[in-house]
């Protein structure tokens, strides 16, 4: 089944690779979506996939890379759209 989250990462989250480290494990798990940085410091990261694998996704944002630290992940869940591929902005 597929879905879609919408996740805000707050904490150490910009400037730490935490973009990229989702968009290399989603494209690895074949999941689509986007990350971006927000003004107010967030990270919004949109997944969209195979159930599992969003899950798992979440799951290791809530860690993140070695160097963000992760102090609160809010997570929505939306209506999937059909995404391909998976894009940071």
Known sequence: MTIRKR?????RVQGVF?????RRAAVAAGVAGSAENLADGTVEVVLEG????VE???????RGPGHA???RLDVEDE?????QGFSVG
């Open 69 to 71: 630290v992760v102090n």
């Open 50 to 53: 195979p159930d599992e694998a």
């Open 56 to 62: 798992r996704l979440v799951e290791q944002m809530r």
């Open 7 to 11: 996740v805000r990462a707050a904490g």
């Open 79 to 83: 209506e999937p759209e059909g995404l």
């Open 18 to 22: 935490f973009r990229d480290s989702v």
